[in-house]
């Protein structure tokens, strides 16, 4: 069935450095992407989305990148915090389905 | 803001026991879902609605029921609960197709069925 799963159940940068979480899906009818952010004893918090027909989409700090030919998604969150540590999720939105199908999760670990 | 917010925040349930999850958004949504959260398997979406009054099937809904009788709440019933029930339990909202597909979540509810 369709899928949307993560690479690195674990990733670990320095303080001040470039996190890039990446996912890779495989629903080609997907309409939307979108990166939730969960901290721990919390519910997941939306980040960022990105709709099917565009490559990039800027927020604060934040960059999703899409790339359609090899269905992979990622998320960039430039000179990452303390408070960047999370579990961070990417989801797929297919509207005739009208719902939202998660991956597995990454954890970012933010080391000082 | 309250935005979504679910109770209880803990339960523990004997098996065989029945309870009900209520979720409540004041964001006017017409999209609310329910998930359930297992370690290492991410979400998965148990029954979802599209408006009061209905409601659907997610992927994992066997052993569960849901109800949308106002817009604002929404309703997850577990008859006779196992301990494969045991999980923390997200309840989302969303607006309609087309206006945007960011889903607000609720705090979680942590359900033990011993």
């Known amino acids: 069935g369709e899928s949307v799963g993560l690479h690195l159940p674990t990733l670990s940068v320095q303080e001040g450095d470039n996190s890039i979480i990446n996912c890779a899906y495989s629903n080609s009818a997907s309409d939307y992407f979108i990166w939730y952010k969960q901290e721990s004893g919390k519910g997941p918090q939306f980040i960022i989305d990105i709709r099917s027909n565009m490559d990039k989409r800027q927020g604060q700090r934040v960059t999703v990148l899409l790339n359609k030919t090899v269905k992979h998604l990622s998320l960039q969150i430039a000179a990452t915090q303390p408070g960047d540590s999370a579990v961070y999720f990417c989801?797929?939105?297919?509207?005739?389905?009208?719902?939202?199908?998660f991956g597995t999760g990454t954890r970012l670990q933010v080391t000082l | 803001n309250a935005g979504v917010t679910q109770t209880p925040k803990f339960r523990v349930l004997k098996t065989g026991q029945s309870m009900t999850l209520l979720c409540a958004q004041d964001m006017n949504h017409e999209y609310m879902y329910w998930y359930r959260q297992d370690p290492g398997m991410g979400l998965r979406l148990i029954h979802y609605?599209?408006?009061?009054?209905?409601?659907a099937k997610g992927e994992v809904p066997d052993g569960y029921n849901v109800s949308r009788l106002k817009k604002q709440n929404f309703l997850l019933g577990l008859e006779s609960a196992a301990p494969s029930q045991t999980s923390v339990y997200f309840c989302a909202s969303s607006y309609s197709r087309g206006r945007g597909t960011a889903a607000f979540f609720g705090q979680g509810t942590r359900l033990t069925v011993v």
């Open positions: 989801a797929d939105y297919t509207g005739t389905a009208s719902k939202l199908t």
């Open positions: 609605s599209v408006g009061e009054g209905t409601t």
